[in-house]
T-cell receptor, first 112, second 114 residues
């Protein structure tokens, strides 16, 4: 049973446009969410996180939106750059535990 | 400050062999964890530790053992390797400050079990 789902395995976006990556979760106990970026042959790198007490968190070109009623979060990258081409994972956890549950990832390709 | 280091980078094992994947962090983080990444499966938590002497199971613990004798080190042991354990293994450490958590990953160990 996949508790965290990224239903789009891949996404292509033109340089300078907005990239929107989506993530859905099923466990209502999750109250902390994170996004990671991963390049080939490297470990994931933390990008941005959001607590369930917020519905938006911004860090430079990256914004994460959380819709608790829909159990949905999204990562917006504006403007997209070729260096953003990577696999993006969302992860979720119950803040009372240390168990992170990851989605299967979305491969983003930013075209120059 | 090296962050999270993992050795070896790549390993080939025969079915039934045992080995230990090493993980170390120099950031004094209390929480450490091991994940495996398989195609189409994302990262799945194997074991984690919330401090020296304390470990617990994640989603896919079978076939793996861990121990945490120091804050810095968190080795993962494969007791009797099986082809199903062919995967890329990532170690991570994290800290929590004011309700915000940040998790750092090592570069990974690619394991092939024949």
């Amino acid at each position: 049973d996949q508790q965290v789902k990224q239903n789009s395995p891949s996404l292509s976006v033109q340089e300078g446009r907005i990239s929107i990556l989506n993530c859905d979760y099923t466990n209502s106990m999750f109250d902390y969410f994170l996004w990671y970026k991963k390049y080939p042959a490297e470990g994931p790198t933390f990008l941005i996180s959001i607590s369930s007490i917020k519905d938006k968190n911004e860090d430079g070109r990256f914004t994460v939106f959380l819709n608790k009623s829909a159990k949905h979060l999204s990562l917006h990258i504006v403007p997209s750059q070729p260096g953003d081409s990577a696999v993006y994972f969302c992860a979720a956890k119950d803040s009372g535990t240390y168990k992170y549950i990851f989605g299967t990832g979305t491969r983003l390709k930013v075209l120059a | 400050n090296a962050g999270v280091t993992q050795t070896p980078k790549f390993q080939v094992l025969k079915t039934g062999q045992s080995m230990t994947l090493q993980c170390a962090q120099d950031m004094n983080h209390e929480y450490m964890s091991w994940y495996r990444q398989d195609p189409g499966m994302g990262l799945r938590l194997i074991h984690y530790s919330v401090g020296a002497g304390i470990t617990d199971q994640g989603e896919v613990p079978n076939g793996y053992n861990v121990s945490r004798s120091t804050t810095e080190d968190f080795p993962l042991r494969l007791l009797s390797a099986a082809p199903s354990q062919t995967s890329v293994y990532f170690c991570a450490s994290s800290y929590r400050v004011g309700g915000r958590e940040t998790q750092y990953f090592g570069p990974g160990t690619r394991l092939l079990v024949l």
